[in-house]
């Protein structure tokens, strides 16, 4: 039986922790194609590289997995891997990351581990975006190892069928302590921004933006409550950013007389 | 009575002529502060400034209206003016754009201008992105300002209610030849890519993007149709991206035993 294809990338580049587990267990899965930013690109959110070049190198650090590392953005990566890399060759499903650091809730927007996996989507491709919530370069993938391989076999033998994408994150507990799995809805939790001021070497302000991410008010039953309670947060997403409610509440904008 | 305060902000650049034309429509309408990149930023989508520090600076180019340029991406500047500038300041509306080039479907996701938008809406902003189809620098837009007037006059009187977030793309036509404007969804257009190889003046291979956007397939009732059709295109828009239909029909990836 012919093995299913996986396109492997990320948002914290091809040198990463994160994303050498995501590739360990798609080789037990398929074969494996990674393509991947040269440098970390976390918060590029949906970004595409058009004024400027893109620079494509393989690179042999997977121990024979075919890899390609790209100057371009998570998006660029997954449109090189689909249009230039694969052509016609039909690809079975797309995962990002292990993501060093939650995209719960509005993060999916912000992220390029989430938007590598939402392009992929627009394509048709069944496409798992992993995050773990622990920031740090040395996290333990272990138990997340373990949820991205059951679901990236379920999804292999089962589709998602009309949904295309899951955003997927990981609480950081030992497995042991996770309590399964939950489909959720994105929380409505949004950050307080700060932005830090500062003087360079040079005499010349500058501004940080350190911003702080408000859980307060994740209803049951969203993503942020789900790995709260210590559970992996499944949540079914869509490019379809149509507000259908909008549609019927604001008919009469339409008359613009 | 309080005059509104409008932000304005764009994709294309503080010094892109489709800004000032919405400058000068927000300055009839209330207090305006701009707040835009200090170079173009096209396909920026949601992406924002984490790993290095943003210079921001005073700018009189728009007669007497109080404006700064930001080094960073257009989500950026919107959270600069409401954190930084405006601190407690209400903004009564955010307005991006107008933006060089059509974002419709699809581009809601790659388009700065509309990320700058929907980045106010998330906060609570009601928010409109404007976006012309003409990629021009010398684009034309007389048309397009009668209807941002309009819109920003009606959005400023009636509110949004619940939806916060309006994609609105106005055909590259004379007015007399647009026939009003239609509230529609977003349409299932997508692009098909190409990279054009090349090699650069010191020998090394490049890779340039350059797709095609497919109009096929854009149903009536879509902001592709609309706009073909001569109207003006306007999607109320979301950014809480969880697919509910996704939400019934994946409930058994729960069970990853």
Redesign the interface.
Known sequence: MKKPLILVTNDDGIAAPGIRTLIEVARELGDVLVVAPDK?Q??????????L????HPVDIFKGVEAYECS??P??CV??A???LLKDKKIDLCVSGINHGGNAA?N???SGTM?AA?EAS??GINSIGFSLLDYSWEADFSAARV?AR??ME??LS?G????K???VNIPNLPLEQIK???????A?C?Y????IE?T?PHG??????G?EFIEDGAAEGTDVWALKQGY?S??????????????E??????N??
Chains 1, 2 share one sequence.
């Not at 070049?53 to 494509?56: D, K, N, T, W």
């Not at 399964?180 to 994105?186: L, T, Y």
């Not at 307080?192 to 932005?195: A, G, I, L, R, S």
């Open positions: 970390p976390s918060g590029q959110g949906h970004a595409i590289t058009i004024k070049p893109l620079r494509v371009g953005t998006v660029d449109k090189f689909k249009y230039k509005i999916i927007l912000y938007s939402m627009i394509e949820y059951k679901l379920k999804v089962e998602l069928q009309e949904c994408l899951l955003n399964g799995a939950r489909i959720c809805r994105q409505a949004d307080t921004e700060e932005f500062g360079d010349q302000k500058y501004y940080w933006l911003g992996v499944i949540v079914p997403s869509t490019h379809d950013l149509t507000s259908y409610r909008g549609m509440t604001l008919k009469h904008l339409e613009l007389s």
